[in-house]
């Protein structure tokens, strides 16, 4: 059974830095596209940062870009989100997506369908 594990939320005050983490289990995706996604309250789901299968391939939503950094440790079997220079709207439950497929490019990494499974979630809350 694939679980994916999101950790690392919590309450920080605006300025402030978390590290999300995203352990799989059940199977590897060292050669998937992973993703982590966000959705406050009364919010649809929106893209945060992706990486692609190889690890060389990131993309970034505008909103983020420069401040948070997508990595991955194929050993672990996890996939970080490095978020600095925390802003109130940054608040949100953060999700981490895993592609079913491996080896596989895609035009985007952007949207929510590519993805098969999903974690729980983690709530960050950034207060001003």
């Known amino acids: 059974q694939v679980q994916l594990v999101e950790s690392g939320g919590g309450l920080v005050q605006a300025g402030g830095s978390l590290r999300l983490s995203c352990v799989a289990s059940?199977?590897?995706?060292?050669?998937?596209?992973m993703g982590w996604f966000r959705q406050a309250p009364g919010k649809e789901r929106e893209f945060v940062a992706a990486i692609g299968w190889s690890g060389s391939r990131t993309e970034y939503s505008v909103s983020v870009k420069g401040r948070f950094t997508i990595t991955r440790d194929n050993a672990k079997n996890t996939v970080y989100l490095q978020m600095s220079s925390l802003k109130p709207e940054d608040t949100a439950v953060y999700y981490c997506g895993a592609d079913e497929a491996s080896n596989t490019d895609y035009f985007s990494l952007r949207s929510a369908r590519l993805y098969d499974y999903w974690g729980q979630g983690t709530q960050v809350t950034v207060s001003s």
């Open positions: 059940g199977r590897t995706f060292s050669r998937n596209a």
